[in-house]
């Protein structure tokens, strides 16, 4: 049985954050926020499908694609850090090599994400800056993982976070999760950042496969605009801090786990909906009795909203962009 809970990323045993105001576009705004766990984390992700990527997206696909632990998350707004070249290179190893300095966490196991205007370059000294300020400040309570989910919102209104709580094996596990996102939302997860936290115990490849299945589903689904990104970034870390013997096969416990999974990634992913630039009313396709889930995918996909003041509902096919009123 899946229970909603207070809280977001800090919910899970293990996990803290901090965020801070470092000035990266604008003055007197928090704009930074830190995730960091105890312990070295099995981690997944899923990225923008955009052909342009943005220098922490390369950073971040390195690590999930590498094998290698993950233990921290800084994440910037204001700044994209896309279209910058090598000098965004130099800010992601600058920011994971602060975190290195002040926490002793290899850079290597250091995610970065940024979101905002893209081919500006970050101000670097102000990251480092922002690192060590956070760094201080990291805490476990509900409060610091809210702060954090409002420290990486651009265009967005509202925060989005949520934690739930589901039994394996006897052993309580937690997950939870914050999104950011309200403009170019179109599927294939453009654009979103997302962080999830996990206590579970789970194989790294079984992690990953959950994930790209639930977004398939949830993110994937969700459109505002038709606007891609460069940016577009979906992590999970889990450290098995809850107890359970490690998941290591698609059994019962894993199909528990991504049940509770699909029904974070699905709240987070109507709340963006939601949430969207402009947007009054949020409307969802149910489609029945399709010869295929994929040809249904197509199907919902191709409803889009209206933003003129006449109510009205059109359908179009997304391929060709031809658009005809259906109601």
């Known amino acids: 049985m899946i229970k909603t809970i207070e809280g977001g990323v800090t919910a899970a045993k293990g996990f803290k954050a901090s965020s ?5 576009k604008y003055q007197g705004r928090t704009d930074m926020a830190m995730l960091v766990c105890d312990v070295p984390c099995v981690c997944a992700g899923t990225f923008t499908s955009n052909v ?21 998350v800084v994440v910037n707004s204001g700044i994209a850090n896309a279209c910058t070249g090598k000098e965004g ?8 090599a602060a ?15 940024s979101t905002g205007v893209i081919g500006m370059q970050l101000p670097v000294e102000k990251l480092v800056s922002g ?70 115990s789970i194989e790294k490849a079984l992690l990953q496969e959950a994930l790209k299945e639930v977004v398939t589903d949830t993110f994937n689904m969700i459109t505002v605009d038709g606007d891609t990104s460069t940016n577009d970034t979906l992590l999970i870390m889990a450290d098995g801090l809850a107890g359970n013997d490690r998941i290591s096969t698609k ?31 949020l409307f969802e396709a149910k489609v029945v009795n399709c010869i295929s889930k994929e040809n249904a995918r197509i199907l919902a996909r191709s409803i889009v909203g209206s933003n003129l003041s006449k109510a009205a509902i059109y359908g179009c096919d997304i391929r060709s962009g031809d658009r005809g009123t259906l109601l």
């Open 251 to 281: 059994n019962d416990d894993y199909e528990t786990f991504k049940e509770a999974l699909f029904y974070v990634c699905r709240f987070l992913a109507r709340k963006m909906a939601g949430d969207g630039e402009g947007a009054t009313k």
């Open 99 to 113: 975190v290195e300095s002040e926490l002793g966490i290899d850079r290597r196991h250091v995610a970065v994400a």
């Open 131 to 200: 690192v060590s300020d956070m760094s201080r400040t990291l805490f476990g309570g509900i409060e610091a993982g809210t702060k954090a989910s409002k420290a990486i919102m651009t265009t967005d209104t509202v925060n989005k976070e949520i934690a739930v709580t589901f039994d394996i094996q006897g052993k309580t596990v937690t997950l939870g999760g914050m999104s950011k996102g309200s403009g170019m939302i179109h599927p294939n997860m453009c654009t979103m950042l997302g962080f999830l936290t996990t206590d579970i």
């Open 89 to 96: 290179f130099d800010a992601c190893e600058a920011t994971a």
């Open 52 to 72: 342009v990527k943005a220098a922490c997206v390369l950073w971040d696909k390195k690590i999930v694609e590498s094998g290698s632990p993950m233990q921290a």
């Open 20 to 24: 801070t105001a470092a000035g990266i």
